[in-house]
């Protein structure tokens, strides 16, 4: 006799969406989580007094409506700055302050109307087919290569769909938000971006909440055998069921099912990630939501400032809450420099690029993920491309930006488990 009709292991947004997509249609589902807390990547960090999300995290509206959630959804603006040679930009629009940069984006765009381009064997052909050399090599590969660890030239073009190409559409786009002051989503005039109220993390609660999802957090899954249908915990437990739906990271995975025909996928790549949060003494820093640094003398390449976003409950009155994100290897340097020392290095950094005074810092805390998100490594291209919601072994599928090794956003994540889920039941 089976524990359940369906396993989840993962409680963040894929895990989720497969539970709740498998309850829906009256199946049994128990979902497995080893922290202690729902969530995953999109749940949230207790810093001074605040409850922050891991990142900034927006969803996109009509995710409230799929989900459940639309009431703990609240529109925010969604401006992106870049800081480039000690200017700072708005992106995109604020780069056509500089003509190089709107003869290259238009070069680029006259070509693709022109001669719609083929498949591209890396991602850097890609961006400069496109984009132009000069904006390319500038501010896209830069950004991208400190971002993902390895140049351009050695990424998959499969990465572009994470940029919009330069279209007419796309400008007006832009300067509609900067005009109306609203977070339209190119979707359409009813979609706009969202944040969580009180954090992304209470989101993911909610869902799990109402729709009555048996999640079982702390508890630590030693193997995966799916074709008994078998997982079994830290402690002994073995738990069955029909079907599995796993969210890990590949690296993990193999791990814990040991399968030939797992075994190819054991070396996608993937990038960690180090939160270095900061208190400061002052009540606004960034101009907007984020900032993105592609130079490599900065050590971190993306800047965010929550707040201004909107109030966040428990956050400082006339202080700043600045969350840097630093992109490395579990075995390098950043990785395993000591939380102290994280926070000293990255502070003068930010301090030096914002004229703050040395004492500006109140406290700082540090968080890591060894696997953050996927790098789309041209070498593993068809390893990749191969992967699926339903698994090379029976029994098992596959859900969200790990486990499909996609580098999609939390709705996404989301619906990509509602698949999952669907496909688990009815065993297709």
């Known amino acids: 006799m089976t524990d359940c009709d369906v396993l989840v292991v993962g409680a963040g947004p894929a895990g989720l969406g497969a539970a709740v997509a498998a309850k829906q249609r009256g199946a049994r589902v128990i979902v497995l989580e080893r922290s202690a807390s729902i969530g995953g990547l999109a749940g949230g960090f207790q810093f001074a007094g605040a409850s922050l999300d891991l990142g900034p995290h927006f969803l996109e509206s009509r995710f409230g409506d799929t989900a459940g959630v639309r009431d703990l959804l609240e529109e925010v603006p969604y401006v ?115 944040r969580g109220k009180g954090g992304i993390g209470r989101v993911m609660e909610a869902i799990a909440a109402r729709n009555q999802l048996d999640v079982r957090t702390s508890c630590e899954v030693t193997s995966i055998v799916p074709d008994r249908g078998q997982v079994a915990l830290a402690g002994g437990e073995t738990l069955s069921a029909r079907a599995i739906v796993a969210t890990q990271p590949w690296p993990v ?89 994280l926070v000293r ?24 993920a060894r696997f953050g998100y996927p790098v789309y490594a041209r070498e593993h291209r068809e390893q990749r491309r191969r992967l699926d919601a339903k698994a090379p072994v029976q029994g098992l599928y596959l859900a969200g930006r790990f486990a499909l090794h996609r580098h999609i956003q939390s709705e996404a994540s989301y619906a990509a488990g509602q698949r999952a889920g669907r496909l688990a039941i009815n065993r297709g």
């Not at 992106?80 to 604020?94: H, Q, S």
């Not at 919009?164 to 706009?192: E, F, M, Y």
């Not at 966040?312 to 000591?338: M, N, Q, W, Y």
């Not at 290095?345 to 890591?368: M, S, Y």
């Open 80 to 194: 992106e700055d870049i800081y480039l040679r000690g200017r700072r930009y708005r992106f995109p629009l604020g780069l056509l302050r500089e003509p190089r940069y709107v003869v290259s984006v238009g070069t680029g765009a006259i070509r693709s109307l022109r001669h719609p381009i083929a498949e591209s064997p890396s991602l850097a052909d890609h961006l400069r087919r496109t984009y132009g050399c000069a904006f390319a090599t500038e501010v896209l590969e830069p950004l991208i290569g400190k971002w993902s660890g390895r140049p351009s030239g050695e990424l998959s073009a499969d990465l572009a769909e994470r940029f919009d190409p330069p279209s007419p559409k796309v400008v007006l786009h832009h300067a509609k938000v900067l005009l109306t002051r609203r977070s339209h989503h190119l979707a359409g005039d009813r979609v706009v971006w969202t």
């Open 345 to 368: 290095t990255n502070w003068e950094a930010f301090r030096a690029l914002h004229d703050l005074p040395a004492d500006g810092l109140i406290q700082g805390a540090v968080l890591r």
């Open 253 to 341: 995975l193999t791990r814990l099912c040991v399968d030939p025909r797992l075994a190819p996928f054991a070396t996608l790549p993937y990038r960690s990630i180090v939160l270095v949060f900061l208190l400061i003494e002052r009540p606004r820093v960034l101009a907007h939501q984020w900032t993105w640094f592609p130079a490599e003398d900065v050590p971190f390449y993306r800047a965010s400032e929550p707040t201004n976003c909107g109030p966040i409950s428990g956050a400082p009155d006339s202080k700043a809450v600045i969350v840097l994100e630093l992109a490395c290897t579990a075995d390098d340097g950043v990785f395993r420099t000591d939380d102290p020392a």
